[in-house]
């Protein structure tokens, strides 16, 4: 468990990352670094900042370094063995943010380097150095008044309730790579901050692999099942369902077990066995045979593993459980396929 509640912030530096598209014809939108750490922070400040940082704990997953991560993880480590470094660390780790974008990179953005004390990490209070990115603005209201009236100007800032990138990394098992809670919202082609600039990997824990065998059930149903004009849709839409099902309803995994139970057909499953390896070696993961079932992954996953039967162009059914209330025939004398659904309520 992870708990920054009662951190504190200890040094602080804000820059400036600028607009690698627009940085050679405007230097106002080159990096702009601050001369000096941040000298006081007050104590309702030091709780909204905590606040607003520690929504980088949301993501579930847990990282370490790579074994070749070189500048973030370097810089890292010589703040941890010397405090007295870390503004001239937090430029070496601006100028890696900067080299990392890419080249048409429209964001002009803060860049935050925190040091943080009395963080805990299940049962150990360790230090922490955190990395954020804010992105984007929002318009707020400041009201004015004088002697005469109450009046008021826009302006823009910094949301509180969301940061678009960020990570902690914890003063913890540091042979290994140390411990990093990081969340990148990105999505599309801007997908650079946890691989490319912390360059940290996934640690495979219980919710790393539950998330990885339900992807690779999920891709097995439309890569290979989908492809096979013997599996009908709703046979598709029964493995699904039973392979959520089966997560569910355990505390671990046995592949064996699940596969007998969710499949059946020998044939299958041994499609199903060469997929996954396949799968495991694009993806450089093990994908072991037998894990326990993290619960919070099994949640998240049940929204991509919604199945829906694509019917002409006409009808889509969206099957979210219970495949055995629906049924699959063909009327002879109209010559067309047929699904019936039985339910017990109508909303």
Not at 10 to 23: P, R, T, Y
Not at 216 to 225: G, Q
Request: glycine content about 2%.
């Amino acid at each position: 468990m992870i708990d920054i509640s009662n951190a504190n912030i200890e040094s602080l530096v804000i820059h400036k990352i600028g607009m690698k598209a627009a940085a050679e014809e405007d230097p106002k939108r080159q990096n702009f670094y601050s001369k000096h750490e941040i000298q006081f922070i007050d104590e309702q400040t030091q709780y909204i900042l905590n606040s607003f940082f520690s929504l980088s704990l949301k993501a579930p997953e847990l990282y370490r370094f790579r074994d070749d991560s070189f500048a973030v993880k370097e810089e890292v480590a010589r703040i941890f063995q010397q405090k007295g470094e870390f503004y001239s660390s937090s430029i070496k780790l601006a100028e890696k943010l900067y080299n990392v974008l890419d080249e048409n990179d429209q964001t002009y953005s803060e860049f935050y380097v925190v040091y943080f004390s009395n963080c805990m990490v299940d049962d150990n209070m360790v230090d922490a150095v955190g990395l954020f990115k804010s992105e984007s603005k929002e318009t707020f209201l400041k009201i004015l008044q004088n002697e005469n009236e109450v009046n008021f100007q826009a302006e823009s800032g910094i949301s509180l309730k969301k940061i678009e990138k960020g990570c902690f990394i914890f003063n913890i098992e540091p042979e290994y790579g140390y411990l990093i809670k990081a969340q990148d919202s990105s999505k599309g082609d801007n997908v650079y901050w946890i691989d490319k600039f912390i360059e940290a990997k996934v640690i495979e824990n219980e919710y790393f692999n539950t998330e990885s065998f339900l992807k690779i059930c999920k891709e097995f149903n439309e890569e290979i099942l989908a492809q096979n004009e013997s599996v009908k849709n709703d046979e598709r839409v029964k493995f699904l369902q039973n392979s959520l099902n089966y997560f569910q309803t355990n505390q671990t995994f046995d592949e064996k077990q699940f596969t007998q139970e969710t499949i059946g057909n020998p044939e299958v499953i041994e499609a199903f066995d060469n997929f996954k390896q396949h799968y495991s070696r694009i993806h450089e993961i093990e994908a072991p045979n037998s894990f326990d079932i993290d619960e919070t992954a099994v949640k998240k996953s049940k929204r991509y593993l919604r199945s829906v039967i694509k019917l002409d162009k006409n009808f889509h059914i969206y099957v979210h459980s219970r495949p055995e209330f629906l049924e699959r025939g063909y009327d002879e004398n109209r010559g067309k396929s047929f699904y019936k659904v039985f339910f017990e309520i109508e909303s």
